[in-house]
Nanobody, 125 residues
């Protein structure tokens, strides 16, 4: 299983970015997709997740109302639209997926088996 994240970059505060995560090696539609982030000196934190069907989405408190997760099962790709970006959103963003094909409603680092390589997002003030 391989996850490939892309779309990071440098943006000014208030700006937007869209991250993409392309998966290969298994049936994409059978697995939850999630995004986590890790800032320097901090632990990796949950950002967003989406159910297998795409009908249910979940967000960390710090990004609710600003970020939107989505997926296209036909393209085997998950997305993270990030609006109203803040300097505190600066981090390496990772897409991730559990190892088992079932919907879950709690999202911890330990609950995700497969990880992309990360993409840097830097928000300048």
């Amino acid at each position: 299983v391989q996850l490939q994240a892309s779309g990071g970059g440098l943006v000014q505060a208030g700006g937007s970015l869209r991250l993409s995560c392309t998966a290969s090696g298994r049936t994409f539609k059978n697995y939850i997709m999630g995004w986590f982030r890790q800032a320097p000196g901090k632990e990796r934190e949950f950002v967003a997740a989406i159910s297998r069907s795409g009908r249910h989405t979940y967000y960390g408190d710090s990004v609710k109302g600003r970020f939107t997760i989505s997926r296209d099962n036909g393209k085997e790709t998950a997305y993270l639209q990030m609006n109203s970006l803040r300097p505190e959103d600066t981090a390496v963003y990772y897409c991730a997926s559990p190892g088992v094909p079932r919907d879950i409603t709690t999202f911890t680092v330990e609950g995700f088996t497969y990880w992309g390589q990360g993409t840097q997002v830097t928000v300048s003030s």
